[in-house]
């Protein structure tokens, strides 16, 4: 539950990893004084700004503020409402059952306009996870990729109301590894052949060096491929690199002082660069 009126409030945006996948991407972390006079019951739709909503709908934990008809996106909302179950059994975390906020909006215009009402200077994306005292808040538009956007979002919004505080790589692999949807996780429509086309020629992701990127300034598209394609090659390497960067995330989860994933995984993969390889050559 959150105030009514906010001063001086922490704000994060962590990125909208753009509909093209490919804009560089920024997180921004600012003071803010804003009026937001609208926030919000923790467990209940109480929404009251304008726009005026046409849609005002509960799902699983996401409560939707729409200007669009449901309609147009009730057919998605399953592959939403499943995505706290898909992040607690793959991950093996605990997912808070906290409400979540989520604006669906008719155009791009109208979202950097929402934005902006709301958060003056905040950058012009295709999506935003907005990361108040209270529920985390989702603004989204409504087009083709809108369920790869909000699910990517509510990723993000999932790991922060769950405790989960992890570095931006890990973050944004995450939130893009879980914005697909489908039978095969690991089929990325635009991260999975650039990452085989790279290993064709012996380019493999440095974790470490992953591990001592400044994220100040956010990732960049080739980043944010790196990143998804680490996060998917410790999910399905193997039982063993899973297990490991689950109990990294408990670990994190719980404050227990997780350390560098790469530490964990020396003694448990010999050649870092042919298991990564040889995943993605499968
Ligand atoms: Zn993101």
Excluded at 91 to 109: D, K, P, T
């Amino acid at each position: 539950m959150n105030s009514s009126s906010d001063l001086g409030v922490r704000l994060e945006l962590i990125d909208s990893c753009p509909q093209s996948r490919c804009t560089n991407l920024l997180q921004v972390c600012l003071m803010a004084t804003i009026g937001f006079a609208t926030v919000i019951g923790s467990s209940v739709c109480s929404w009251s700004q304008a726009p005026t909503w046409l849609v005002q709908h509960t799902a699983s934990q996401f409560c939707i503020h729409s200007t669009v008809p449901l309609a147009q996106f009730e057919r998605y909302l399953p592959s939403l409402c499943s995505l706290p179950t898909e992040l607690s059994l793959t991950l093996q975390v605990s997912v808070a059952q906290e409400m979540i906020q989520v604006v669906v909006l008719e155009n791009r215009e109208s979202l950097d306009a929402y934005a902006h009402k709301i958060l003056p200077g905040a950058p012009n994306r295709g999506a935003l996870y907005i990361r108040h005292r209270g529920p985390g808040l989702v603004l989204t538009y409504f087009h083709d990729g809108w369920i790869s956007d909000v699910r990517h979002e509510c990723t993000h919004a999932l790991l922060d109301v769950s405790g989960l505080t992890l570095p931006l790589w890990q973050d944004e692999g995450l939130a893009e590894y879980f914005e697909t949807i489908g039978e095969n996780p690991v089929g990325h429509t635009s991260h999975f052949h650039a990452t085989r086309s790279q290993v064709r020629y012996g380019q493999v992701v440095d974790l470490q060096k992953l591990e001592r990127m400044d994220s100040s300034s956010g990732l960049n598209a080739k980043e944010y491929r790196d990143a998804w394609s680490v996060i998917t090659f410790l999910l399905h390497s193997s039982d063993e690199t899973r297990s490991t960067y689950q109990k990294y995330l408990q670990d994190h989860q719980n404050k227990r002082g997780a350390g560098f994933l790469s530490h964990r995984l020396a003694p448990k993969i010999p050649s870092w660069r042919d298991a990564f390889s040889d995943f993605y050559r499968r």
